[in-house]
């Protein structure tokens, strides 16, 4: 039985830093953000016992979107230069910056409550990488982060004595050198191994990718180093979910699976938007999507489709049905926010926050490990 939700239901943001934005002048974040969801969207996360959060670089912000009191949607949000890539369960979230890389771990025991939330993300670790245009993440085996470090083509993770250390680049990439050669941007990895990775562009020199937007896109088999399909646009968020490899191919507005054997594409559904940041939860995609910028974004197959559907593009996210391809729910922004990059399932959470380092909370939550009482924060 398919499901319909077509009338919006407006929301606001509960604003995780008081200062007006940017700058300490001017309308603060909410004040410059119209945010509205379909009707059914809030009572489809109490439904599957989720929440969601996600990350705009564009406008610096990391939004967690859970319930409520009455049943209403909670949006939350704390600011940070540049965040991008997101992964993380329950417990545990790692986001890349501008230059640093975070750990956050939830302060609050089961049942435990702070402030009407269940869940209390503090930043308990950084790691400083310098501006390498940190993409995707995966946690490995170890517990520690893979990432996608764009500027040097080559997937890395975090060291505690110099910015990264790299553990793998495609074969067609010669040298690790700070040139952003292929875009490499997407990773899928499975039970904390990575296992596929999508690139730009299969080009060796700076910046060689631009000139390959329209179709010049490949998923790269991390483990042979084989291309196992190609001739994507702008492919953006492998993902690995119920034995299929999932991806966004971005400058067409496509979202679909990859059939490994073929290297056929199968597609799925349409986004009404440029799609990056793709999570699951049962039969369900959740997907980001953002307004095209016209450096980057521009000239591609996706501004002639959406002029044939006589649609404007947004930003947002959409709930996909993966047995129909409908999209059945859907969370809109409109206003300063107009990219998003990544976004997470929380599953287990009703309604999550997160500390910042923009007001006094975080020196003020305190936590001990061990502790007979349990962890409850001292703010």
């Not at 540049?82 to 790692?94: F, I, V």
């Not at 593009?313 to 922004?333: E, N, Q």
């Not at 990219?339 to 926050?353: H, K």
Request: charged share 25%.
């Amino acid at each position: 039985m398919a499901e319909r939700d077509d009338t919006a239901d407006a929301a606001a943001v509960e604003p995780g830093e008081e200062s007006p934005t940017p700058g300490g002048r001017g309308p603060t974040l909410a004040e410059q953000l119209k945010v509205s969801a379909s009707r059914q969207f809030a009572g489809w996360l109490v439904e599957r016992k989720a929440s969601l959060a996600f990350t705009t670089y564009q406008a610096g912000k990391l939004f967690m979107l859970g319930i409520k009191e009455g049943g209403r949607l909670s949006i939350f949000e704390r600011t940070f230069p540049r965040c991008m890539g997101l992964t993380g369960d329950g417990q545990t979230l790692w986001m890349s910056s501008l230059f640093q890389f975070w750990r956050f771990e939830n302060a609050l025991e089961p049942g435990q409550d702070y402030r009407g939330y269940d869940r209390l993300y503090v930043p308990q670790a950084g790691y400083t990488t310098g501006d390498i245009d940190a993409h995707d993440i995966a946690v490995g085996r170890d517990g520690r982060p893979i990432f996608v470090n764009t500027l040097f083509s080559c997937l890395a993770t975090v060291s505690e004595s110099h910015s990264f250390r790299p553990v793998w680049r495609p074969p067609f990439v010669s040298r690790l050198a700070a040139e952003d050669r292929c875009h490499l941007n997407g990773l899928a990895a499975e039970e904390g191994v990575p296992r596929f990775a999508t690139a730009v562009a299969r080009t060796d020199v700076a910046d060689g990718w631009r000139d390959n937007r329209q179709s010049g896109g490949v998923v790269i088999d991390i483990d042979s180093g084989e291309i196992v399909a190609e001739g994507f646009s702008m492919p953006h968020s492998p993902r690995l979910h119920d034995g299929r490899l999932w991806l966004l191919d971005s400058g067409t507005g496509r979202f679909g699976h990859v059939e490994l054997e073929t290297g056929r594409f199968e597609e799925v559904a349409f986004c009404p938007g440029y799609a990056r940041g793709l999570c699951f939860i049962d039969d369900f995609a959740v997907i980001g999507i953002s307004k095209p910028r016209d450096d980057t974004f521009g000239g591609l197959p996706l501004d002639g489709i959406l002029k044939e559907k006589a649609v404007e593009p947004r930003c947002g996210l959409l709930v996909i049905d993966l047995r129909t391809g409908d999209t059945v729910h859907w969370f809109r922004l409109d206003g300063v926010v107009s990219e998003l990059y990544d976004v997470v399932a929380l599953p287990g959470v009703v309604r999550p926050m997160a500390l910042g380092f923009r007001t006094d909370e975080i020196r003020r939550t305190l936590t001990m490990e061990g502790a007979e009482e349990g962890r409850a924060p001292n703010a």
